[in-house]
Structures are given as structure tokens and as C-alpha cells.
């Protein structure tokens, strides 16, 4: 599996972004989706993930509310929908698939994408 992130960019607080995350491959309906950030200076961070179905999503505590994952199985496609942004959403967002559904550990996702920076201005 191949995971291609875009969407990143500037944005001002309060404002949105959708970020994408396009897969390549023929197992994507197969792989759980996550996506984790990492700030800048700090460590890589869970954000959000969703199961091989769509049917079930997580959140780390800092974006509930603010943050939706959702995928597209026909486009094997899996989105991040953020809004409310504040300045410490600011940070290279990271898509990854992996085997366990809704695991935040970075080490349970196998293939990961490129990252595409996020920066909210105050």
C-alpha cells in the first residue's frame, strides 16, 4: 500500500481544511486508516482513526468534536475533515494504514504517507 497526504496549508484560527489521503494497492478495504501529526520540536501524536467497514471511529481527546475521519472505499480515499483549527493543530499531518482497528500507536500502522503540513495562524 502507497499513501499519497494533501491538503495542507495556511489557515487562520478558527478556520477549516479537508486533508486526503489516496492509497494505492489492492488491499486499502482491508487496512484500519489512521491519522497522526507531529509538531514541530515534538513527537509524532495519534489524531484519529477509522476501521476497514467506516463504521467505527476514534479521537484522541484533543480534537473530538473539531476533527471527522471518514473513507471512501470506491476512491480508496480516506479524508480529515478539521475544523475550528487552533494554533496548536499546527503540525505535519501523517496518514497511515495498518491492521488494528483503532489502535493509536504508531507502531501497529505499516505503511504511512509523506505528511502535509498544517499551519494555523493566531
Known sequence: VQLQASGGGLVQAGGSLRLSCAASGRTFSKRVMG?????????????????????????????????TI???S?????????????????????CAAGRISGSDRPSDYDYWGQGTLVTVSS
Not at 40 to 67: C, H, L, M, Q, W
Not at 74 to 94: G, I, Q, R, W
Open 74 to 94: 470506491a476512491k480508496d480515499t480516506t479524508f480529515l475533515h478539521v475544523n475550528s483549527l487552533k494554533p496548536e493543530d499546527t503540525a505535519v499531518y501523517y
Open 35 to 67: 491519522w497522526f501529526r507531529q509538531p514541530p520540536g515534538e513527537e509524532r501524536e495519534f489524531v484519529a482513526a477509522i476501521n476497514r467497514s467506516g463504521g467505527d471511529t476514534y479521537y484522541a481527546d484533543s480534537v473530538k468534536g473539531r476533527f
Open 70 to 72: 471518514s473513507r471512501d
